[in-house]
């Protein structure tokens, strides 16, 4: 599968555990989105990345969230000490370099965050 | 004034009916226009691009009118299967920041 691939699926957590959420971008895409959607509602977006560079992190929250794209390996989207209030759908997404004009970002299939 | 607007829906529509969506988006200087569909509980799948001549997949055809600033997706002959929450998505300066997504349409269709 040469997708954007998400993992985990599903992520159950307790209050005041931390979150980890991973995304390998689609083969030759070097450019990752993520976005939260709570139920019965839209996509947020969070924070763009490139290779080892944020790029825009104007929808992420200050406090006890970061994300990183390192050189190698997968970008990740870290939630700290996380409350009930972060449950909800991650998606991640990714593109070709979309300065190239008319590229779609292609999505993984989401991690659902529960936290009891 | 929100950048990118969407009929709020829902719609409910018989099959075999022809469906319209509209978007409206802000910024006149926008680039690139995306339809996605997404269904409930799973990720946005891209439908299909929007270009200036409009374009057209079987029975979807999207149109771009950069004067007035909208968008539209036609639904001809439409299917059960095509019942989902369909996504406006406008990228704004083609720089990866202002890639922006409507709230979307709901659509049922009805057997």
């Known amino acids: 599968n040469a997708g954007v691939m998400q993992n985990p699926r599903h992520l159950v957590r307790r209050r005041g555990q931390e979150a980890r959420l991973r995304c390998s971008p689609m083969?030759?895409?070097?450019?990752v989105y993520w976005y939260r959607q709570l139920p019965e509602e839209g996509l947020k977006f969070m924070v763009y990345?490139?290779?080892?560079?944020?790029?825009?992190e104007s929808g992420m929250p200050k406090e006890r969230f970061s994300a990183e794209f390192p050189k190698e390996g997968p970008s990740i989207l870290r939630i700290q000490q996380v409350v009930r209030g972060d449950s909800a759908a991650y998606f991640c997404?990714?593109?070709?370099?979309?300065?190239?004009?008319?590229?779609?970002?292609?999505f993984g299939d989401g991690t659902r965050l529960s936290i009891l | 004034r929100k950048e990118v607007e969407q009929d709020p829906g829902p719609f409910n529509v018989p099959e075999g009916a022809t469906v319209a969506f509209n978007c409206t988006y802000s910024?006149?200087?926008?680039?690139?226009f995306f339809w996605y569909r997404q269904d409930c509980r799973k990720e946005p799948k891209l439908l299909m691009s929007?270009?200036?001549s409009g374009n057209e997949d079987g029975r979807f055809t999207a149109q771009l009118n950069r004067a007035s600033q909208y968008i539209s997706l036609l639904i001809r002959d439409s299917k059960l299967s095509d019942s989902a929450t369909y996504l406006c998505?406008?990228?704004?300066?083609?720089?990866?920041?202002?890639?922006?997504f409507g709230p979307g349409t709901r659509l049922s269709v009805l057997p």
């Open positions: 998505v406008v990228n704004m300066d083609n720089y990866g920041q202002n890639f922006v």
């Open positions: 929007v270009y200036s």
């Open positions: 997404a990714s593109s070709l370099n979309p300065v190239a004009g008319n590229q779609p970002q292609h």
């Open positions: 990345l490139q290779k080892e560079n944020i790029i825009d």
């Open positions: 910024n006149s200087a926008s680039q690139s």
């Open positions: 083969k030759g895409h070097s450019h």
